[in-house]
């Protein structure tokens, strides 16, 4: 899995870095990391979460946006996809409380596979990830599988209207937007592309 991980749709080399692959020591550091710097509130503010919704977040990495939803709404499960059985480590200790009460659930698996049943959960959202699936398609089809009928999709990446100089580097150029949003166009009925300060957001319903 390590070898298939490694190819990325949108990246020309193989994507090695700690941060897109969390493991052992320096993927822990990446994954505090990841919890200081990452805005997530943003992220939050276009998924609209209502009591008793199911979200799914894949590729949770240090689970900060998991402890935004847990604290934040009245989601009833919070259930999230990395495949990164250190993050899953670290997340779930950053999500104790809720771990333990039932109401978050992360496991190891991928954009691609969630192992999560047909049309299951309410809202599907994917921070800073998208770029470094093996394969986009394959990814954007199994989001729409899993969430349900009118229910909600959310994608960010690096960018937006003021990039720190981390995100400046990691934006992906128009013609892998574009390939975003024609991928969401053809399985979903409404797609909008906004921009926050630092990410590139595609919301689809
Ligand atoms: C840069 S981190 C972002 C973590 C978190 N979403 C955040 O914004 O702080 C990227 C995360 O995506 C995960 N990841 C890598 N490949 C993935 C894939 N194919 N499907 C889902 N998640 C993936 C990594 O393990 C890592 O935890």
Redesign the pocket.
């Known amino acids: 899995m390590e070898t298939e ?1 490694a190819r990325s749709w949108a990246m020309e080399r193989p994507v090695t870095s700690p ?4 493991n052992g020591i320096r993927g822990r550091l990446a ?1 505090r990391i ?2 200081w710097t ?1 805005p ?1 509130h943003v992220v939050l503010d276009n998924l609209e979460v209502r009591p008793g919704d199911r979200v799914l ?6 689970g ?2 998991v402890r935004l939803l847990v604290e934040r709404t009245d989601a009833a499960l919070i259930q999230g ?4 059985p250190d ?1 899953r480590d670290v997340a779930t200790r950053v999500n104790r409380v809720a771990a333990g009460e039932g109401r978050v659930d992360l496991r190891v ?4 596979r969630t192992g999560l049943p047909d049309q299951s959960v309410d809202h599907v959202v ?4 998208v770029a ?3 394969d986009l398609e394959a ?1 954007l089809q199994e989001f729409h599988r899993v969430v349900r009928p009118g229910g909600t999709v959310v994608i960010a990446w690096h960018g937006g209207t003021d990039p720190s100089r981390i995100a400046r580097s990691l934006r992906l150029p128009k013609d892998k937007l574009d390939r975003i949003e024609h991928g969401l166009e053809k399985l979903f009925s409404q797609v909008t592309r906004r921009q926050s300060k630092n990410l590139d957001i595609f919301r689809s319903r």
């Open positions: 991980l941060f897109a692959r969390p994954g990841m919890l990452n997530q977040e894949v590729g949770y990495g240090p900060g946006l996809i990395d495949p990164s993050m698996g991928t954009a691609e994917s921070v800073n990830n470094i699936w093996p990814g």
